[in-house]
């Protein structure tokens, strides 16, 4: 089994049966969704999308909530030309999830909200 460490904020497993498991990782934040979360999962679902040996693709959140969205604290720091960038950021890797090209399932438990919800419903199927 492989595991990687992406700087806490997700973790990423891919057993040999070609199931990408992604953990989202902030359960003190009920991980909510940063920039720099973003950015990850957008070069993880890069990857996952090139990848022949990944058939499929599990999402998740650790802790009490599946994901709480955005990550407010962070965009109550920015401007509003830098808020629509982050949200359109968002949006945009929530897209590709959509068009993976591969199953994906969003394991949905405690909060989906916001941003949060809009990554589960990205996903082929969502289960909660």
Same mark, same amino acid.
């Given at each position: ?7 806490? =904020?997700?973790?990423?497993?891919? $057993? ?5 498991? !992604?953990? #989202?990782?902030?359960?003190?934040? =009920?991980?909510?969704?940063?920039? @720099? *979360? =973003?950015?990850?999962?957008?070069? !993880? ?8 040996? !990944?058939? @499929?693709? #599990? /999402? ?15 965009? @109550? ?7 629509? @960038? ?10 590709? =999830?959509?068009? #993976? %090209?591969? $199953? ?5 438990? %405690?909060?989906? /909200?916001?941003?949060? /919800?809009? /990554?589960?419903?990205?996903?082929? !199927?969502?289960? *909660?």
């Amino acid at each position: 089994m492989m595991q990687q460490d992406v700087d806490q =904020l997700m973790i990423i497993t891919q $057993p040999e049966s070609g199931i990408l498991q !992604i953990h #989202l990782n902030q359960p003190d934040h =009920l991980n909510a969704l940063s920039y @720099a *979360a =973003l950015e990850q999962l957008s070069l !993880i679902l890069k990857d996952a999308k090139n990848n022949r040996a !990944i058939r @499929a693709v #599990l /999402l998740t959140g650790a802790g009490k909530g599946f994901c709480a969205g955005a990550d407010i604290k962070e965009l @109550a720091q920015l401007n509003a030309e830098q808020g629509l @960038a982050f949200a359109r950021f968002g949006q945009s890797v929530f897209r590709q =999830l959509e068009l #993976l %090209g591969k $199953p994906s399932l969003a394991a949905i438990h %405690g909060f989906a /909200l916001g941003g949060g /919800l809009e /990554l589960a419903m990205s996903a082929t !199927i969502r289960i *909660a």
